[in-house]
T-cell receptor, first 113, second 116 residues
Framework: KAGVTQTPRYLIKTRGQQVTLSCSPISGHRSVSWYQQTPGQGLQFLFEYFSETQRNKGNFPGRFSGRQFSNSRSEMNVSTLELGDSALYLC????????????FGPGTRLTVL | AQSVTQLGSHVSVSEGALVLLRCNYSSSVPPYLFWYVQYPNQGLQLLLKYTTGATLVKGINGFEAEFKKSETSFHLTKPSAHMSDAAEYFCAVSHILTGGGNKLTFGTGTQLKVEL
């Protein structure tokens, strides 16, 4: 089975711009979660999508949003970028059952200048 | 609330020596616990997980971890370190969420260095 893929791998944006990141989960997986990884805050949960619906949300401002398509692919959008949004954004897929492990993609490295 | 504490942000061992990475958790319900490894410029790779059953869990690359409820610990070990084990290791606890599904809460990570 192919793993989780994320595009693009690297992005450079300037403050005030908006950005869209994409994630394709493992075939058959219906749940996609997004995490932000920074040196200062570590790994933090952004949100989870399951069957095209946002099922859970972390403690991030409304500038962070996402969606999931019928094929389970997911996109994450960040509007009005701030310097502090520079991070590695990781997508994880799972079957959606609460006890199942999450499989991570390689991440998208976002740099905000 | 559930949380994870990893003792030691940096651990250095000699090649062939025992690897011990410490993880303690806090959970009001029986926890689901995971260890992930991250190599530079890569995502997280699952090493092993504990859900229920046998408390000694074996994972990939010769790693194993033991769930000790009395000590609220889930330490990761490997009998003999290899240079390729140099990476950052994360312990995580799974939260079952009211909306269904789960989210992972991670420790701050331990950077493992393996020296010749």
């Amino acid at each position: 089975k192919a793993g989780v893929t994320q595009t693009p791998r690297y992005l450079i944006k300037t403050r005030g711009q908006q950005v869209t990141l994409s994630c394709s989960p493992i075939s058959g997986h219906r749940s996609v979660s997004w995490y932000q990884q920074t040196p200062g805050q570590g790994l933090q949960f952004l949100f989870e999508y399951f069957s095209e619906t946002q099922r859970n949300k972390g403690n991030f401002p409304g500038r962070f949003s996402g969606r999931q398509f019928s094929n389970s692919r997911s996109e994450m959008n960040v509007s009005t970028l701030e310097l502090g949004d520079s991070a590695l954004y990781l997508c994880a897929s799972s079957s959606g059952l609460a006890t199942n492990e999450q499989f991570f993609g390689p991440g998208t490295r976002l740099t905000v200048l | 609330a559930q949380s994870v504490t990893q003792l030691g942000s940096h651990v250095s061992v000699s090649e062939g020596a025992l690897v011990l990475l410490r993880c303690n958790y806090s959970s009001s319900v029986p926890p689901y616990l995971f260890w992930y490894v991250q190599y530079p410029n890569q995502g997280l790779q699952l090493l092993l997980k504990y859900t229920t059953g046998a408390t000694l869990v074996k994972g990939i690359n010769g790693f194993e971890a033991e769930f000790k409820k009395s000590e609220t610990s889930f330490h990761l070990t490997k009998p003999s370190a290899h240079m390729s084990d140099a990476a950052e290791y994360f312990c995580a606890v799974s939260h079952i969420l009211t909306g269904g599904g789960n989210k992972l809460t991670f420790g701050t990570g331990t950077q493992l260095k393996v020296e010749l």
